[in-house]
């Protein structure tokens, strides 16, 4: 993707579930057209991945909940996984940094379950966002309007709904950020 985000710091914030390809393509995109990535977790060390059906990958954390600063970073990206966000979003810690981001219009980029995170901020009423099917009756509840689609941007928030849909959800990520103008977003 020629795009340069040199100059650019993205935030990924996963726990151990996170999917595997929803982590690794979209640091590796984002890589590949200048960004700085940091991985951000509730705690410090690895994380492990999980690969569609089975254990995957791990990961190393770069910074942890407790000293990260949503300051410093352009971006945020939330891989899917059910156990990842489902984890996440009931850490305070966590939803307090994802609010971080939406407060200040930053991008936030969500894909399959990871909008359980962002779900948690109350950031979504109004929005039109896809996700893995499953939330589709969660976000509705939240004030969203779901749409199966493979790629959906409102406002600050792009959402996608499975790993095969990791094409378009890059592009966008790529472009949101190279383009970036805060929008903000009141919860």
Not at 129 to 134: A, E, H, N, R, Y
Request: aromatic letters at 6%; charged letters at 20%; a negative charge.
């Amino acid at each position: 993707m020629a795009s340069n985000l040199k100059g650019k710091k993205i935030a990924i914030l996963a726990t151990d579930g996170f999917e595997q390809s929803e982590l690794l393509e979209p640091r590796k995109a984002l890589q590949e057209a200048g960004a700085q990535i940091e991985v951000i977790s509730p705690n410090s060390g690895k994380i492990k991945g999980w690969n569609h059906t089975d254990w995957g990958e791990t990961v190393k954390v770069d910074k942890t909940l407790g000293s990260a600063n949503a300051e410093e970073y352009d971006a945020l990206v939330l891989p899917g996984g059910v156990a990842n966000p489902d984890h996440l979003r009931m850490d305070p810690r966590a939803v307090s940094f994802v609010q971080q981001f939406v407060s200040n219009g930053k991008t936030v980029a969500a894909i399959c379950h990871g909008a359980w995170t962002l779900l948690e901020t109350g950031a979504l009423n109004g929005r039109t966002v896809t996700s893995w099917p499953s939330l589709k009756t969660d976000l509705k509840n939240a004030g969203a309007k779901w749409v199966d689609k493979e790629v959906v941007t409102d406002g600050p928030f792009i959402t996608s709904r499975k790993p095969e849909d990791l094409p378009a959800f890059n592009k966008a990520l790529i472009e949101a950020v190279a383009h970036h103008v805060h929008q903000m977003v009141s919860a």
